[in-house]
């Protein structure tokens, strides 16, 4: 196999291919990308096992061919050089001589087929445009658990028009019609799957998407039993679905009616004020008083390390409510809502409820 890739597209390939290789040591091959060249393309391939993607880019192939090349080294490479070509070889004992500019290295590597075989694309279900694939993810997966052992909280569900993630302290949910694509199949993501169906996306896959999806074009989907697939015109993404039921998350949607506090904040000012106050927050719990009285939220936070803080704004309620709340938690939710969003709140026992347009957001109260 001999080819040459010019310096700007490899880079651009590697920096998405990189993020699927398999960054620990346990199976020494995965830390390589295979390339296979043929017509006028080399497509790169990378995986962890959890993930597979492929990256294809335009190359002149001198001589078809497979190899597998150390993907941090290349990287590192590929770095050093600033414009032309890099050139790579596969030589005798499946070493890779690389061309980079005036540099030249030889890199030790496997045979090519040791490297696991992909499973095969299925055929395209549907499509989505890029922009809602994206916005449903940037608007819930901060809400993923951290919790690795809770594999059914360690993703978004796509389920009946709804992206959904929560970590059993706080929902976030983001609504598009588009997002009614996605059905389960085979085992089901959700309780009460008759309603609900739909399929898991992982945490991982999450942040994948983010990273690779053209946000003007169309996203092709196929769901398989146990996988995701994404595609557009350059890339494809395989997802394993993450095991496990997730819960019945419009069961834990406090009611509108039954607030006693409906509040119009502009999110960036509420956020800075959460931010002034949040020095002073508890750094474990991030416990943040929030007590609205006629026209004013007041705002509070304390602990014995980094004493009281409180301030205030103006704000339009003409009831007295308060409530704690870990404060993190109602930042994040204002960092990806621009705009103004509405507070509904009944009292200092029940869930607090933040609405912007297509997104809603729960967060438990804490203990006043």
């Keep these: 196999m001999q080819v040459e890739i010019g ?17 620990r040591t346990t199976i020494p091959v995965l830390s390589q990308i295979k390339m296979t060249a043929d017509g006028e393309t080399v497509t790169l391939f990378a995986t962890d096992l ?39 070889t596969l030589a005798d004992n499946h070493w890779i001589h690389v061309k980079a500019g005036s540099a030249k290295y030889k890199l030790p590597s496997y045979a090519a087929d040791t490297y696991p075989t992909f499973p ?40 009946n028009g709804d992206a959904v993630a929560t970590d059993g302290h706080r929902m976030a949910i983001w609504k598009d019609k588009e997002l009614k694509a996605f059905r389960s199949n085979g085992s089901e ?51 394993r679905r993450p095991s496990g039921v997730f819960p019945n998350y419009q069961a834990v949607i406090p009611s509108k009616d039954k607030a006693k506090l409906k509040v119009a904040v502009s999110s960036a000012l509420l956020a800075d004020h959460v931010n002034r106050v949040q020095i002073s927050a508890d750094e474990r719990t991030q416990y943040t008083r ?9 705002l509070m936070c304390a602990s014995p390390e980094a004493g009281e803080a409180v301030d205030s704004m103006e704000v339009s309620s003409n009831v007295e409510v308060q409530f704690a709340a870990n404060g993190k938690y109602v930042l994040e939710f ?6 103004e969003v509405m ?16 997104s809603l957001y729960v967060v438990m109260p804490m203990r006043l």
């Design 7 to 23: 310096v700007k597209e490899l880079s651009g390939a590697l920096a998405q291919i990189i993020e699927a290789v398999e960054k």
């Design 50 to 88: 959890e993930v597979h993607m492929q990256v294809s880019v335009a190359a002149k192939v001198k001589k078809p061919g497979v190899l597998l090349c150390p993907a941090r080294r290349i990287k590192e490479i590929v770095g050093y050089v600033s414009a032309g070509t890099i050139s790579f």
């Design 120 to 159: 095969p694309v299925e055929k395209t279900e549907f499509a989505i445009t890029g922009k809602t694939l994206t916005r449903a993810i940037a608007a819930t997966r901060f809400a993923i658990t951290q919790e690795e052992s809770r594999h059914n909280l360690c993703a978004v569900l796509l389920a």
């Design 189 to 239: 993501s959700c309780k009460d799957a008759p309603n609900f169906g739909g399929v898991l996306l992982s945490r991982r896959g999450c942040n994948l998407l983010l990273l690779l999806v053209d946000v003007e074009s169309k996203v092709e989907v196929a769901i398989s039993e146990d996988s995701l697939i994404f595609s557009q015109e350059n890339w494809i993404l395989r997802v």
């Design 290 to 298: 929030f007590s609205f009285t006629k026209g004013t939220l007041t």
């Design 334 to 339: 204002l960092r990806a809502n621009e705009g």
């Design 343 to 358: 507070i509904h709140a009944a009292d200092e026992h029940t869930g607090i409820l933040f609405e912007k347009e297509d």
